[in-house]
């Protein structure tokens, strides 16, 4: 019997600033620096010694693995039974965008925030630290979560994505958490047409409005910038999609109930982009696509799902 593949997916230690912070102290309030300077400090070696123990772990199990740096990820990823990120959300989305429906992957929090810590410096600065809301795993139970995926205890859940088309060509990269279409400049308007489809036909009004751009959100990014902005949390294996649009103009009373939907299973959402640019952001500003006047982009849940080993506590919701 072959040996079990891994792909150790790690969260890079040059997003930690403490190490570029000695030619700007004088230029921090000097009660503040030495406390936010050690907040960095543990933040860089609690992540590191995480991977170091990770790599220990898989170093005792029979499995054949291989560690790289998110940044250098660049094609999609396959010939692997399993991929683990270790570091937060951003890392596991990231792994997200070069993964089909085959592969189940693990987060692991590198860096879990610490309550007392940040109850300690509130007067002081957000000493919040990585969420790490899809990620089952922490230092401190990898061991135990990965013994039971690989001894079949523990099964991946199976969780939406969002379909981009561009103009009927339809994206390669799906996202996990949200899609952000809006001009590149966050002060200028956004004129956006859309509506919605079942099956082909319509079913919903046409909404023209101008705003700051619209999202749409998985089950999953509900909880993200979605929640932020007046949305609902949504369970975590729902089909559905939410939309908000932000911050719109509204010249009628009777389209404020048409900013802030859902988009069922079974719907596509239909928008016309009436800018003279802007982008399609995809998980965040790490990802985009371009899109000018006149473009249509379809969204829909109809995206291959992904395999997410999850924290019990989200599917006891």
Same mark, same amino acid.
């Given at each position: 019997m072959s040996r079990r593949r891994v792909l150790l997916l790690l969260k890079p230690f040059d997003v930690f600033p403490s190490r570029r912070t000695e030619g700007i102290s004088s230029s921090l309030p000097r009660i503040k620096y030495p406390q936010v300077k050690h907040y960095l400090d543990d933040r860089y070696r609690v992540h590191k010694d995480t991977i170091n123990y990770c790599q220990n772990v898989l170093c005792q199990k029979s499995l054949d693995w291989e560690p790289l740096l998110r940044n250098n990820l660049c094609q999609p990823i396959s010939n692997v039974d399993l991929v683990i990120s270790v570091g937060g959300d951003g890392t596991l989305l990231q792994a997200s965008h070069f993964m089909d429906d085959s592969i189940p992957i693990l987060g692991v929090n590198s860096d879990p925030t610490k309550p007392e810590e940040v109850k300690e410096l509130s007067g002081e600065f957000d000493a919040t630290r990585s969420t790490g809301y899809l990620c089952a795993a922490t230092a401190g139970n990898f061991? $135990? /979560? &990965?013994?039971?995926?690989?001894?079949?205890?523990?099964?991946?859940?199976?969780?939406?994505?969002?379909? @981009? +088309?561009?103009?009927? $060509? /339809? &994206?390669?990269?799906?996202?996990?958490?949200?899609?952000?279409?809006?001009?590149?400049?966050?002060?200028? @308007? +956004?004129r956006i047409s859309f509506l919605l489809k079942t099956d082909g036909e319509v079913s919903s009004p046409l909404v023209n409005c101008r705003s700051s751009g619209l999202r749409v959100s998985t089950a999953a990014g509900s909880t993200a910038a979605m929640l932020s902005a007046g949305g609902f949390p949504m369970p975590i294996l729902c089909d559905d999609l939410q939309y908000m649009v932000r911050e719109p103009i509204l010249t009628e009373a009777a389209n404020s109930n048409l900013m802030h939907g859902i988009i069922k299973s079974d719907q596509t959402m239909y928008m016309a982009w009436h800018s003279k640019e802007g982008f399609i952001y995809i998980d965040g500003s790490n990802m985009f696509q371009s899109i000018q006047h006149g473009d249509v982009i379809e969204l829909s849940s109809m995206a291959p799902i992904l395999k997410v080993f999850l924290p019990p506590h989200l599917l006891r919701t």
């Open positions: 061991e $135990q /979560v &990965l013994d039971k995926i690989l001894e079949g205890f523990m099964a991946p859940s199976e969780v939406s994505r969002i379909s @981009i +088309s561009l103009n009927g $060509q /339809v &994206l390669s990269t799906y996202a996990l958490n949200d899609v952000l279409v809006a001009h590149p400049c966050p002060a200028t @308007i +956004s």
